[in-house]
């Protein structure tokens, strides 16, 4: 069966690092039921986030679906880690590995979700080969490693193309957007086909973030 329902992922990328257990709880009073945690190596991308140490302490005030996203070289290394952390789903950049299909029955052999993500310029029949196998496909709609930038427009005909192949092999996948979601782009991206909305700056730059949070799946989900 396929998955209509939206999903309001936030980013901690764009919270405040001094309140993490405040905002989450912000977030989860308006509705979000998944945390995106972006992971950042400063080689992969050029930035430098959290691990597993974190993970591990959201884990302990938290009980919001973790989606880990390892933008980082050599993600092999960190599975385990980071399951052992808490992460419910982990996402790796298919541009990071040699052997994907490998990376992900690892993945499931840890007993969680597998995603693989693709940059801007990566072109989505890459991925069609693998989608039997994923949990979850996720487009990048800006350049990975910093927040606050704007959508790529450009990026919405890759989600619709992800989309129709999803819907005829693997309806569970998810269709994940990530970079420069607000309550306008949130509209044009769930209409290409996509079901999971990753917003930063949109909630936690709101001056309430459980109002951004309802805000985005009032309008994403009519």
């Not at 994907?100 to 801007?120: E, F, M, T």
């Not at 309806?171 to 994940?176: E, F, G, V």
Request: net charge positive.
């Amino acid at each position: 069966m396929a998955i209509d329902k939206i999903i309001v992922a936030p980013s901690i990328i764009s919270a405040d690092f001094a309140c993490l257990k405040n905002d989450l709880k912000k977030v989860e009073d308006g509705g979000a039921k998944w945390l995106h945690i972006d992971v950042m190596d400063g080689h992969f991308v050029p930035n430098i986030t959290v691990g597993p140490v974190v993970v591990s302490g959201l884990r302990r005030v938290s009980r919001l679906f973790f989606d880990v996203h390892l933008m980082i070289s050599n993600p092999e290394k960190y599975l385990v880690a980071f399951k052992d952390a808490g992460a419910d789903l982990i996402t790796f950049h298919i541009e990071a590995v040699k052997n994907p299909a490998a990376l992900i029955k690892k993945i499931k052999v840890l007993g969680i979700k597998a995603g693989i993500s693709i940059k801007p310029k990566t072109k989505a029949d890459v991925l069609y080969p693998l989608l039997k196998m994923l949990d979850l496909v996720l487009v990048m709609t800006v350049e990975p490693g910093f927040g606050g930038q704007s959508f790529m427009h450009d990026m919405l005909p890759k989600v619709k193309a992800l989309k129709s192949r999803i819907n005829k092999y693997n309806p569970k996948c998810y269709l994940q957007v990530d970079g420069g979601i607000n309550n306008e782009t949130a509209v044009a991206c769930v209409s290409s086909g996509a079901n999971v909305l990753v917003a930063g700056n949109a909630v936690f730059y709101a001056k309430s973030p459980a109002l951004a949070v309802r805000s985005l799946l009032t309008v994403a989900s009519k």
